[in-house]
Each structure stands twice: as C-alpha cells, then as structure tokens.
C-alpha cells in the first residue's frame, strides 16, 4: 500500500517537476561559453577581413562592431560570398568600403560570438555589422529571456549609441534575427520611428506557445502534451511575470513597414517550418517580402547546410538598405 502511494505521488508530481525544468529552460537558457572558434576569430579578426570594437550600451548590453578591413583583405567565407554575389549579377562596393549598418540579433542559447562568422559575410558584402547580447545570454547581465517581449529596444539602442560612440551615421540600417532574435527583430521593426530599411527573419516563432506545445507533444504526446504546456504556461508565468501568450510575433508582424525575408528549414524539428509560414502570411500585403524554404534544414543548421542563404540575405540586404547612388 505504502509502495502504492509513493509510485502514485511521483506519478502525480512527475509532470510539475518537468514543467518547473521546462519553463526554468525558457526563461533562464544555460548560458553558452565561449567557444574555441570564437577565441580564433577574436585573437585574429585579420584574418577574416574584420575589424572588431567593443562596446557596452547604457543598459548594460554588450556589443561587438565589426566593421570591413581597410586592407581590403578578406577571409575564405568573404572571398564565398562576393563571388556567389557577383554571380547574381550584384553590383558590389570596394573592398572595406561601408555602404550601410546591420543589426544582427542572436537566437535562445546564443550570444554575440556566435554571429561574427555572419558578420564576415555580410562585411564583405559592405556592411557594419552590430551584434548584441541579450538578456540571459552571452555577457548580458539579465537574468531572464522574454522573447522579444521586453527586448525590442535593444537592437535600435545598440544601433543608435554605437553610431554615437564610434562616429558613423546610424543609418540606413537592417536587421537580421535567429529563432528568438527573429522574434525580437520583429518587435524592434513595430517600433514607431524604427529605423530599419529591410529585415530578415530566420527560423522564427509564430507564437512562443505553438512553440512549447509542439515540443511538449513530441516528448509525451499530444494529450499530456497539452497539459505540460499549460503547467509549464504558468511556470514561465511566475518566473517572469509575463504570460507565455505574451511572447507572440503574429500578432505584430502586420505592423512591419520595411521589406522583409522570411527563412525556414522544411526539416525544423524545434520550430516548424508552419510557424514560419503563419508569419510570412501575416505580413502587410503592402510591402515588398519574399519566404525562402531551405531544404533539410533543422533548427540547429539552417545557417551551415549546402544552400546559399548568406548570398540570398546579403542581396536582401543589399536591395533595400544602401541609400540609391
């Protein structure tokens, strides 16, 4: 008897348990160390046609510049890109001439080291790149991820005071977002007077509950599923004062006025390439947009597989956010 209630109560208690696991994963992410890639592009920016700066913004956001080599030497990734760019008949700026600013935001787990291999393409395309850390990730002293929720100044803060401190002019201006960073440039973009001319979207959330409950059901299936994603709800709830609802992208991408690349990997096993599609749906008919499915891609490769999604942001970027000659 007493056996049978001990098994009974870890029964009962088992599903709080995970969802009190699940919700601390989605606000606290375990934070990413630098890697070994990360300390050989930072001891050796040369190397890749960079130039790095840092930088802290007046909320405590850690920052890296980097900014195309005067030299005009570029690195194995560089050399890539403006060739697949120039086979696309694009007209290129001189090698380490600055032709506009991109923000690039970050995905859950990441931090701003993660993004100067993008970086390196996109300054070789002639571009300022600005990567952030946001809260919970990184060197970002936050302790909680909201999502996008609490986050959309971010990207326009770092934009504005790096311009200030380094004397460039913040604009024109795009912004790139991975997974949550998606979500967050989405926000930054619904800002009134946001200064973005393009924005690219990467693997991005519909809504953050689609999200835990395709994940929920994958593990315990769609019925306990339902349930650990409503426990989990009011966990996440509690830990950040925030309502998981809260953290929805579908709700404001209507709002968006600048031309917008929305990217998917069909084979998207944390995302679903459906939440992407949602997205791109419910963006304003009255702006200039593009969905681009990158086969096979899952979540965690859908910038490293065999398609040429660099060249195809680049020349997103490239359109819409130099000024005219």
Known sequence: M??????????VLLPFAASWWAADQVAHPPRRPLQNFHHEFLADPAAHGVVLKFFTCADSTPVIVCEPAPSGVLGK???LIREQLLKK???LSPLGGIIGNLVLVHGRRGRKE????????????????ILPDLPAHGDHPGIVACYGVKEPNIPALALHEVAAKFGFEAKPAGIMGLSM????????????????????????????ENVVQHQASGLVGETCGSVW??????????????????????VLIPALRCPTLVAHGTADRVIPIECGRR?????????????????????????ITDFPIYAEMAE?????????P
């Open 114 to 129: 993660d993004y100067l291999l993008i970086a390196e393409r996109f300054c070789a395309a002639g571009f300022r790149c």
């Open 316 to 324: 997103w970027m490239l359109r819409y956010v130099p000024d005219s």
């Open 181 to 208: 960073g998606g979500a967050v440039g989405i926000r930054s973009a619904a800002e009134k007077d946001a200064p973005w001319r393009a924005a690219v979207l990467v693997s991005t959330f519909d809504t953050l």
């Open 89 to 91: 008949n694009n007209q």
């Open 77 to 79: 990734r560089g050399l």
């Open 229 to 250: 994603q409503n426990i989990t709800g009011r966990m996440f709830a509690w830990k950040t004062a925030l309502p998981l609802n809260a953290a929805s992208s579908i």
């Open 279 to 303: 997205l791109y749906a419910a963006l304003p008919s009255g702006i200039e947009k593009r969905w681009i499915e990158i086969p096979g891609a899952d979540h965690d490769n859908v910038l």
């Open 2 to 11: 007493k056996r049978r209630v001990i098994i009974t109560s870890v029964l």
